[in-house]
């Protein structure tokens, strides 16, 4: 619900409401709200009823990191190892990318785009990866709707850099991969955060 923004941050919810609209018993729908209320996206008053969360700065500076560690590390040791079949839906991935950017279509780039990202991790078969990177499949799908919905103009430089990093893949170059991953990543962070400041105990630490 939250993904496409029909309730934006801020929005007041009930179980009834959501019942309502979808047909369905109070009872599964007051456990996706706990649910989501685990994951950080509603949060629950005792005044107010169910609110949708906003995502704070801190928690999408911590979610680019742990995306740059993991999938850095996966394209790098993925390099080299495609099998044709994995190939082949990469490639029809990134076209359909590429078709995107020509018809300006930002809602389903957002959906090709997070795509790539978990497509690439799903081929390292790591149970333990793949398991963190579904567990925050849905902030990674908002995360990138918020860059390519404030910045349009993301959607032109998007397909490229998932391009190269593809290129470098297939080439079976993994340091390439892994450093271009870590360039896409850190210029999407750009788009929504300012620089990360040391905290103060490094900061000192840093000056003696």
Request: with cysteine; proline share 4%.
């Given at each position: 619900?939250?993904?496409?923004?029909?309730?934006?941050?801020?929005?007041?919810?009930?179980?009834?409401?959501?019942?309502?609209?979808?047909?369905?018993?109070?009872?599964?729908?007051?456990?996706?709200?706990?649910?989501?209320?685990?994951?950080?996206?509603?949060?629950?008053?005792?005044?107010?009823?169910?609110?949708?969360?906003?995502?704070?700065?801190?928690?999408?500076?911590?979610?680019?990191?742990?995306?740059?560690?993991?999938?850095?590390?996966?394209?790098?040791?993925?390099?080299?190892?495609?099998?044709?079949?994995?190939?082949?839906?990469?490639?029809?991935?990134?076209?359909?990318?590429?078709?995107?950017?020509?018809?300006?279509?930002?809602?389903?780039?957002?959906?090709?785009?997070?795509?790539?990202?978990?497509?690439?991790?799903?081929?390292?078969?790591?149970?333990?990866?793949?398991?963190?990177?579904?567990?925050?499949?849905?902030?990674?799908f908002r995360v990138i709707q918020r860059v390519h919905t404030q910045h349009p103009e993301r959607l032109a430089t998007n397909y490229p850099e998932h391009r190269a990093i593809a290129e470098a893949l297939i080439q079976g170059d993994g340091e390439l991969a892994a450093r271009?991953?870590?360039?896409?990543?850190?210029?999407?962070?750009?788009?929504?955060?300012?620089?990360?400041?040391?905290?103060?105990?490094?900061?000192?630490?840093?000056?003696?």
């Amino acid at each position: 619900m939250t993904l496409a923004d029909q309730f934006p941050a801020g929005s007041f919810l009930s179980e009834r409401q959501i019942a309502a609209w979808l047909s369905m018993s109070k009872t599964p729908v007051r456990a996706a709200f706990e649910g989501l209320e685990m994951e950080g996206f509603v949060m629950t008053s005792p005044q107010q009823g169910v609110v949708v969360r906003d995502l704070t700065v801190h928690e999408i500076a911590d979610h680019f990191e742990i995306r740059i560690a993991l999938e850095s590390f996966v394209v790098r040791n993925l390099a080299g190892r495609l099998t044709p079949d994995q190939l082949e839906r990469l490639n029809a991935n990134l076209d359909a990318q590429q078709g995107c950017v020509a018809g300006g279509d930002v809602h389903r780039s957002v959906k090709l785009d997070g795509e790539f990202h978990l497509l690439l991790c799903s081929y390292f078969h790591n149970e333990e990866i793949n398991r963190v990177m579904w567990q925050t499949r849905d902030k990674i799908f908002r995360v990138i709707q918020r860059v390519h919905t404030q910045h349009p103009e993301r959607l032109a430089t998007n397909y490229p850099e998932h391009r190269a990093i593809a290129e470098a893949l297939i080439q079976g170059d993994g340091e390439l991969a892994a450093r271009r991953r870590q360039e896409h990543l850190e210029h999407g962070k750009q788009f929504l955060l300012p620089p990360r400041r040391p905290t103060a105990s490094l900061a000192v630490s840093q000056q003696r």
